[in-house]
């Protein structure tokens, strides 16, 4: 049986002329897979916590040191030599200029540009979608505000950056959810970097062009392959339904309720621990939903979320 080697690595993020960048480095001659494109990072050494061995691999590899951490995606990938569980940290702040002590090469790419070298190990090319993920996703509450309010709102919200979309209010007459898919996706066709999912009907996608699909938790469970859509997430509540999220090979997951929410005020969260735990060896990015205000965020990431996901704060 092949050992499973446990390996730290590095989203390096800093802000570039066009967008947020991010950093690939490439493997010199002489080691496996020499001229391979991978985000920097190592093996972890006995004794060591997987952010411990983080700080040590960015000192020995770039001479740098890290201010900040978010522990993000794990996957595990065969390699014909090993196989390999590798946790992914996003880190936006170090000190110490990068030098390539252990690569033959550096580059900065942004995020959502298409990646200029090649070949990047495989192992690291989910992570290359997974970042262009944005870090809040809004679930619209026409139920409650109105669709005139509700789409004042998003046109406001898109105004001043918003990029990710469920359009959820399952409780509106086919006809009214139908207009309000309709307009969402018209305000949001100007912007071309947005992305619009409809929570659980398939053929509201196909009739408005959303973007894609996001399941409910109920809806997750009765599916047995990824629905056709270029982008699909889905509702979790619990260890069983992250593992079939990932096994379906989709884009993203809500894991809720974190805290007790306005809506349903006697159900108790998770609790950050346990969001955490839960989330821990996940291969797929969280955003972590139930309770939170978009000062969350924050907060969010140092548990492991990608993000935060609001139905009520987010404009």
Not at 32 to 39: D, I, N, Q, T
Not at 55 to 61: A, D, I, V
Not at 156 to 179: E, F, H, M, T, V
Not at 199 to 210: F, K, P, T
Request: proline share 7%.
């Amino acid at each position: 049986m092949t050992k499973l080697v446990e390996v730290a690595a590095a989203v390096l993020l800093r802000e570039g002329q066009s967008g947020i960048e991010y950093l690939l480095a490439r493997r010199p001659e002489g080691k496996v897979y020499a001229g391979y494109w991978e985000f920097p990072g190592g093996k972890v050494e006995p004794g060591e916590s997987l952010r411990q061995a983080l700080m040590r691999e960015l000192q020995e590899e770039l001479g740098i040191a890290i201010d900040h951490a978010w522990p993000w995606l794990s996957c595990t990938f065969t390699y014909p030599h090993a196989s390999v569980r590798l946790k992914f940290f996003r880190v936006p702040s170090w000190h110490g200029e990068i030098v390539p002590i252990e690569h033959d090469g550096l580059i900065w790419t942004t995020i959502g540009d298409a990646a200029t070298v090649t070949p990047i190990l495989p192992a690291n090319g989910p992570i290359l979608r997974a970042l262009e993920l944005p870090s809040l996703y809004a679930l619209t509450n026409a139920d409650d505000n109105g669709i005139d309010a509700e789409l004042a709102r998003l046109e406001r919200a898109l105004a001043s950056g918003l990029r990710l979309i469920q359009i959820r209010d399952k409780c509106l007459p086919p006809a009214q959810r139908l207009r309000l898919a309709k307009a969402v996706m018209a305000l949001a066709r100007p912007y071309t970097d947005a992305c619009v999912l409809i929570n659980d009907d398939e053929e509201l996608v196909r009739i408005v062009a959303a973007h894609g699909l996001h399941l409910s938790s109920g809806r997750l469970m009765q599916v047995a392959q990824r629905p056709p859509f270029n982008r699909v997430a889905a509702s979790c509540h619990n260890a069983e339904e992250l593992a079939h999220a990932a096994a379906l090979g989709l884009d993203f997951v809500l894991l809720s309720p974190v805290l007790a929410t306005q809506s349903h005020p006697e159900t108790e969260g998770l609790g950050w621990d346990e969001f955490a735990r839960l989330i821990e060896r996940s291969p797929l990015p969280a955003y972590a939903l139930g309770g939170l205000a978009p000062n969350m965020l924050e907060t969010a990431r140092l548990h492991g979320a990608h993000g935060i996901a609001l139905m009520r704060g987010w404009g």
